[in-house]
């Protein structure tokens, strides 16, 4: 009489757990998979599962089987081998579903098959968010348990071609090899961007017994994404750009004043990453040590020596480093890089973030981090946690082949079992605030918290379907006097205010002259954030004591931006001083005029009387 054995295998959600596989049945059987997953126009997915037992051995043969599918919901379960159809045993778990099924046929016999199939259908697979469909389809825990194991998807037409697939494809086709999949498991992306709302409240307080100046770091533009701020209240002095691109709102508060500024918005996020130029100075600036990024720890410079590449740094930290799912709800502090390596059980996303900026800049490889949102709908498998308001922190590195910042999230891409977030992230992180030329600042949104309130809920993003309708305005404010003193240096400013909600991309604003020195003046922005404005003192060489003409020079900017329809002329009079300063030069030459009659009077009075 034969023997039989029960055989136990786990397709588990980005290896959430191991599998269970009785040790005669992984030596005794192999076990051929072909998935299928055809999903519909709604997003509704039917998963064909062709499997074959093959018998390895005269001594046992398989008459039930279980497998572990990691979704957390299906229906419409199915089954059936070459006798006939299956009643499947369904039972939920922590971990998705087992299903167990009891053969109709037994393979006995070295090398005896025992083919079967199993059907069900999941609404779980691939999901629409905003803009973007999303496929995420679990991967196998034991590649070596299966002796092939392969997917196919199938997607409906009006998906358009796929934004990225992951694991990489050398061609757009979507068939999966057991070696492609590992443990990483399948996502795909389809649609061109992904559009946010974000609704964010900083609270501000003034201790001190004198006024003060403070600052709010807004979600800014980026290589990777568009921001638009509809609205600030209350208004900021001024926004300004810093040297990391962030942007910092300026507000003026009273002694022991305190503040809630609103501020809301759209932000644009695309996949591929616009160049950005970097500086001599800025590569500098972007591999030195700072608090929490400790190049000059032995231990960080051995492993900068040793794996020297972005990718290699990535692998390693994301191996590595074991998130700790007890610390994002507490108030532990930030570990930093050198204690990160000390604690590697006990890693939240800054110390992902922090490991690989540190290793990446000893290595001479400019890094940097990115504080802000990152959506989510599985906290186990993609955790976010930075503030209580739960926001994520990942890093970026500087492509000096691409020529541009690269993000990356060390973190899922351990979280996820493999997952690849190195060659391409997602349209699901948004910037709210960049740490480069500092590792502690400036705070991002979420941040801004009286401690009497710790708890407050300050950051509100969910998906957006349209731009706003006013992108791009500004006005020029000139301020030169309408008439100069001959002989005198001319001097005034000019002041460009952002009206819109669209950053004005940095550009060359031409000054020209026929009648002033010099003739030609250019001077640069640096790039206007919403509710910003940029002022430049400008300054024209004096003219000849005598010149009394009118003076003028022309103000033109970018063809190609919205100020392009702002160019104007300014006019100024100059003229010598005797016949400036609104008419006293004017009154000053006709006093001295009566004086000098004056005086002429009195010598010729004089002089009559002397002849007398």
């Known amino acids: ?98 299903i167990g099924l009891t053969f109709n046929k037994k393979a006995v016999g070295k090398g005896s098959q025992l083919p079967f199939t199993l059907t069900f259908d999941t609404p779980t697979i691939a999901k629409q968010y905003g803009k973007i469909w999303e496929i995420n389809i679990p991967g196998i825990s034991n590649p070596n348990d299966f002796s092939s194991f392969s997917v196919n998807v199938s997607v409906p037409p009006s998906f358009g071609k796929a934004t990225y697939i992951k694991p990489q494809q050398a061609s757009n086709a979507l068939t999966f090899t057991k070696e492609q999949l590992g443990k990483s498991g399948i996502s795909i992306a389809f649609g061109d961007q992904q559009l946010y709302n974000f609704s964010l409240t900083y609270h501000l307080k003034n201790d001190k017994v004198y006024p003060v100046k403070t600052e709010i770091a807004l979600p800014p533009s980026t290589n990777y994404q568009t921001v638009f701020v509809t609205d600030i209240q209350p208004k900021p002095l001024n926004v300004t750009k810093d040297a990391d691109g962030n942007w910092l709102a300026e507000y003026r508060l009273l002694p022991a004043q305190k503040l809630e500024v609103l501020a809301a918005g759209i932000a644009q996020v695309n996949l591929v990453p616009k160049q950005q130029t970097l500086s001599e100075k800025d590569f500098a600036l972007y591999t030195k040590e700072q608090p929490y990024w400790q190049t000059s720890d032995n231990r960080i410079k051995e492993l900068a020596s040793e794996l020297k590449t972005p990718e290699a740094i990535y692998d390693y930290v994301a191996k590595t480093l074991t998130y700790d799912f007890s610390r994002v709800t507490g108030d532990k502090p930030r570990l930093g890089a050198t204690d990160a390596l000390k604690n590697q059980n006990s890693a939240v996303c800054l110390e992902y973030t922090d490991l690989f900026i540190a290793i990446a800049r000893a290595a001479g490889i400019p890094a940097r981090e990115i504080n802000g949102f990152a959506y989510t709908e599985n906290a186990k498998q993609r955790p976010i946690s930075l503030t209580r308001d739960i926001l994520h922190a990942w890093p970026e590195y500087y492509d000096t082949e691409k020529k541009t910042w690269i993000m990356i999230d060390p973190t899922w891409g351990s979280t996820t079992g493999g997952v690849d977030y190195f060659s391409v992230l997602d349209f699901d992180h948004v910037a709210f605030a960049i740490k480069g030329q500092e590792s502690d600042y400036p705070v991002p949104a979420g941040g801004y918290k009286f401690l009497d309130d710790k708890d407050s809920k300050d950051v509100s993003v969910n998906f957006a379907q349209s731009l706003p309708d006013q992108i791009t305005d500004a006005s020029v404010v000139t301020n030169f006097p309408k008439t100069a003193i001959a002989g005198l240096p001319i001097i005034g400013d000019i002041t460009v205010k952002n009206t819109g909600s669209a950053e004005i991309p940095a550009q060359l604003v031409n000054l020209t002259s026929l009648t002033l020195a010099p003739s030609e003046q250019i001077l640069n922005t640096s790039g206007i954030p919403p509710f910003g404005s940029q002022t430049w003192k400008v300054a024209y060489r004096p003219t000849s004591p005598i010149t009394n003409k009118d003076a003028s020079f022309a103000i033109r900017f970018d063809p190609q931006s919205v100020l392009a329809a702002k160019a104007t002329d300014q006019h100024i009079k100059v003229a010598p001083f005797y016949l400036t300063m609104w008419g006293i030069g004017s009154m000053f030459l006709g006093v001295l005029i009566i004086i000098l009659i004056i005086v002429v009077l009195k010598i010729r009075s004089v002089a009559l009387r002397r002849y007398r």
Do not use: R
């Open 1 to 98: 009489m034969k023997k039989f054995l029960a055989a136990f295998i786990s397709l588990l959600l980005f290896c959430l757990v191991l599998p269970s596989f009785a040790t005669a049945a992984a030596s005794d059987f192999t076990t051929d998979y072909h998935v299928t997953y055809a999903i519909t126009e709604s997003g509704k997915t039917h998963a064909t599962l062709q499997g074959t037992l093959t018998n390895t051995s005269s001594q046992y043969y398989a008459s039930s089987y279980k497998m572990q599918l990691g979704f957390d919901e299906i229906d419409n379960v199915k089954a059936s081998d070459s006798e006939g159809p299956i009643i499947p045993q369904v039972e939920k778990n922590d971990h998705g579903y087992v």
